[in-house]
């Protein structure tokens, strides 16, 4: 039987660039024998590389700052509803109610107590207590509603109040307020702002009605109103010359005092010089 040759060059496949011999150790990382990698000659691997590490990295900038700004809105959220509904920062700019609160102190007042109004509405939260005769209080008076005043609360709705010779009369009975002061004893004139109290005398007629500092009254607290007076009665513009306030002008209760200094000392940084070390931490009462 006659034997079939085969023509290996016809039979053979073509031969591939790179077949038919070993690969270098450095080949198999994916470097020619140059030493230039085969993929992308101009090092675009290693570029690749670093372009994902920087981008990366900018995302680990990115996170970063939004977890500091999703951190500040959260802080500065709950500033806000701490300082509109919780706690707010009062500081006492006049003696009127020396005694008891210093030129120089700073309050913490407790707003939720007597019920915190929402900001920009008329509407208010409910209340957990509601203020009672002796409390000091902050509100806003009636010739003044953009600002805070501090006094303390002596007559609730339907009470008759009246002063004689520097005494307060509740209802006709003298009233103990042992937190008083009385420092001028240089006399006491009519006083055309007290005018207003002739709407609401007990008895009396208003023409016969002359009101001084230190006598006054008979007159009724209406309605949803408050009385309050200074405890430095001699020196506190208070209801007896502005009125009766209303109650959903009460804006909080002082808690204690958390600093306090003498602005009438050191010519040179009194609230550091002057500190009233012994009034920190005071409760207000």
Avoid: C
């Avoid at 902050?138 to 005494?167: I, Q």
């Amino acid at each position: 039987m006659p034997r079939v040759r085969w023509d290996e060059a016809e039979e053979r496949p073509p031969a591939v660039a790179g077949q038919g011999r070993p690969r270098a150790p450095f080949s198999l990382l994916g470097y020619s024998e140059g030493g230039v990698r085969e993929r992308g000659e101009n090092g675009s691997v290693v570029k690749e590389i670093l372009v994902r590490q920087k981008r990366e990295a900018d995302e680990g900038v990115l996170a970063g700052v939004r977890d500091w700004a999703r951190s500040l809105f959260v802080a500065f959220v709950l500033f806000l509803l701490i300082r509109s509904f919780g706690v707010e920062a009062f500081k006492i700019p006049t003696a009127s109610m020396e005694g008891t609160l210093l030129v120089g102190d700073f309050l913490l007042v407790n707003k939720a107590v007597y019920g915190a109004h929402v900001p920009g509405t008329d509407l208010k939260l409910p209340a957990f207590l509601e203020p009672e005769r002796g409390d000091v209080i902050v509100f806003s008076p009636p010739h003044e509603p953009a600002r805070n005043y501090v006094k303390r609360l002596v007559g609730l709705p339907l009470d008759t109040l009246e002063m004689r010779d520097k005494h307060l009369y509740l209802n006709g009975s003298p009233l103990y307020e042992p937190y008083a002061k009385h420092l001028d004893q240089r006399g006491d004139a009519e006083h055309p702002d007290m005018r207003w109290q002739s709407n609401h005398l007990v008895a009396a007629p208003p023409r016969e009605y002359q009101p001084t500092r230190d006598n006054w009254g008979p007159i009724i607290v209406p309605r949803d109103r408050y009385f309050v007076l200074g405890d430095n009665r001699d020196n506190s513009e208070d209801s007896r010359y502005w009125g009766f306030i209303h109650r959903d002008a009460v804006r909080g209760k002082p808690w204690f005092v958390y600093y306090s200094f003498d602005p009438r000392g050191a010519e040179r940084a009194p609230w550091l010089r002057e500190v009233r070390w012994r009034r920190i931490g005071a409760a207000v009462r």
